[in-house]
């Protein structure tokens, strides 16, 4: 109930292309879902966040698309650039709980 | 700003000996947490401080693990009679308050390396 599944593993997508990288939840008490960014040797940092009331939130190139019924939310990278390598987290909570549980986690490559 | 900043950044230790790893949240943030990510993994949750509030400590793996925060500010996290298994990287991040889906933001970590 409590895990978030994210997939795939590991992602390799050419420049300009579109990355998606996609999560799962089973506890329909969770109401926001964050996307964290980590390069390596440094620690996440919060990317982009959503809240069910809305099927998506987008900013600049990143997006993330929200299936309440389903329980999946995703991340989507638009024009997708070397900078982009990184690893992505996604994870959920309830607004009342400070815990965030977190998917293990998407090594994404963007080659030139 | 400053960030949350943790020390050291690397840490190189032998079997058996304890290591006491650091970490200086944002200032005014009162939530703490200390998260454990292994080579390629993700992030496991050990223990998480709140305030003046009794830790949780849920997340700890075993006894040799402990963690304090003193005046509401800087906290140790130390691992007593280290094991192989312990190395890993140990994040620590800190949010203005916990829950009301409050941002963590998260220090760059100590990578602890086991001999």
């Known amino acids: 109930q409590q895990q978030v599944k994210q997939s795939p593993q590991s992602l390799i997508v050419q420049k300009g ?12 008490a969770f ?11 440094k620690g996440p940092a919060l990317l982009i966040a959503i809240r069910p009331d809305v099927s998506e939130k987008k900013e600049g190139r990143f997006t993330i698309s929200f299936n309440k019924s389903a329980k999946q939310f995703s991340l989507h990278i638009m024009d997708s650039q070397p900078g982009d390598s990184a690893t992505y987290f996604c994870a959920a909570s309830r607004t009342s709980n400070y815990q965030l549980i977190w998917g293990a986690g998407t090594k994404l490559i963007i080659k030139p | 700003g400053a960030g949350v900043s943790q020390s050291p950044s690397n840490k190189v230790t032998e079997k058996g000996k304890d290591v006491e790893l650091r970490c200086d949240p944002i200032s005014g943030h009162t939530a703490l947490y200390w998260y454990r990510q292994s080579l390629g993994q993700g992030l496991e949750f050990l223990i998480y401080f709140q305030g003046n509030s009794a830790p949780d400590k849920s997340g700890l793996p075993s006894d040799r693990f402990s963690a304090e925060r003193t005046g509401g500010s800087v906290s140790t996290l130390t691992i007593q ?3 192989q298994e312990d190395s890993a ?3 620590c991040a800190s949010s203005p308050r916990g829950g009301d889906n409050q941002p963590q ?11």
């Open chain 1, 17 to 28: 292309g579109i990355s998606i990288i996609n999560c799962a939840y089973e506890n329909t």
């Open chain 1, 31 to 41: 109401d926001y879902f964050p996307w964290y960014q980590q390069f390596p040797g």
């Open chain 2, 81 to 83: 009679r280290t094991q």
């Open chain 2, 89 to 91: 990287v140990y994040l």
């Open chain 2, 105 to 115: 933001h998260f220090g760059d970590g100590t990578r602890l390396s086991i001999l």
